[in-house]
């Protein structure tokens, strides 16, 4: 065996070597006191020793024997992975791993750090407090045997994973949950959740399996007023997430519902309440959601996101919607392309922020209905305000026809002039008129209507977007 002490930056460089030669598989590597050692080709060494250095990999290093770094209480060393596969039979001495790629090792004492990707870790964890997944960023863990080290999700203000390949050898526990957080327990079907508090921001979070057993874990963070979501990896796993409640009001009865995880196309959605309930009333949470009321046999319904960018839909019938205190950016649905008639009051929509989208209009054949005498006045008492009652808003897939039933909307508070009209008759003229953009496909109306349509498996749907 043959000592190596790295005197510069470059480890593939011989003269940054006090022997002049780049370490090989059978070295023994001192890096002391030095910020920034990087690596630039596949490199090897027997042992490695980190003392308050930094080290950065830009390939890979195999380790054959320990690698070992200055203990936390001392100036701390790093490495820092960008995709990389760092291997060694162990780590030790308190060394932090920080970045995405792959770790492979027993950690003894250390702290691997997902931060800006996917941090793959093979190996066990007997000891040390915390391993970190940062913002955005996802923490895999996959040990054949015990990993007792807890995961902390650190200033994950948006989303981030922890996968765990082994769940029941997992004992560590998380801590700096909040509502962003989605924990993969792969090849456990947990069929029910229950999270209860144990002191002011501990919980204890029990897992019913499909074949009977149990599975706890400890958690920490955020989350008064939230519960656990399980939902079907689709290979034998689970994902858990935690999600608000939200409030039901329905036909007089109050109780606490809860969404399920939002899986559709609207980026920025976290989660979904689809409520068939009659003469529904829902209060959504401050997160961003998607809530739909579709029982088409109700004589009055209501949503209020309670703030957040939602997108709500009040489906067929007469349906109160609000973006509720806070909301910015939120997207209202009226859907003429089912049948029956629809007249949905939105109670605080706002212009240049919030977008309200009329499914099923299409150019030449639907249009505001101008026989309407007072538009800016009509509507429910106490939310009276702009009104415009469409004809003919067609099903999906449908580019001639007509509609016997009205689909109306009124955006409480609003004019004919907080959307760029003098009056119907002006309205329908800029929409009969509207210039064709190419870019968009779409037609331009004016600065605050849009006309266009999508296309999915589903079909063609044409929309006119109100902004």
Partial sequence: MTTSIIISTRWNAAESWANLAVPDAASDVLIQNISNVTIDAVSYANTLLLNSSTLTLNSDLTIAGALTGTPNSGAGSYIDIDGETLTAASYAGGVIIQGYGVVNGDIIEGRMSAINGTLRVNGNSTSGVYDFVSNGATLEINNTGAYTKGIAFWNTTGTADVVLYNPTQFTGGFTGVNLGVQIHLVGINA???????????????????????????????????????????????????????????????????????????????????????????????????????????????????????DVIDGGVGSTFMSGGAGHSGSTFFLDGRVSGATWSTITDFRTGSDQVTIWGFIKGVSSVDASFADPNNDGAVGYTGLTLHFKNLLPSGQSTGTNVDLNSITLSGLTLADIGASSLADLNNQIDNASYIASTGQYHVNSHLLIGQTNDALGTHGYLFIH
Avoid at 238 to 265: C, H, K, L, M
Wanted: charged share 10%; no cysteine.
């Fill in 191 to 309: 069929v029910t959740a229950h999270l209860s508090e144990i002191a002011t921001g501990s919980y204890n979070l029990e897992l019913g399996l499909s074949d009977g057993r149990s599975l706890s874990y400890h958690v920490a963070g955020s989350l008064l007023g939230n519960t656990a979501v399980l939902t079907s990896d689709g290979n034998g796993g689970t994902f858990i997430n935690f999600a608000p409640f939200f409030s039901s009001f329905s036909n007089g009865v109050s109780q606490d519902i809860i969404p399920t995880i939002y899986t559709g196309p609207v980026p920025g959605l976290r989660y979904e309440l689809i409520d068939g309930t009659q003469n529904a009333v829902i209060v959504g949470s401050t997160s961003n959601e998607f809530i739909k009321l579709s029982s088409i046999n109700s004589v009055g319904k209501a949503v209020d996101g309670n703030g957040g960018s």
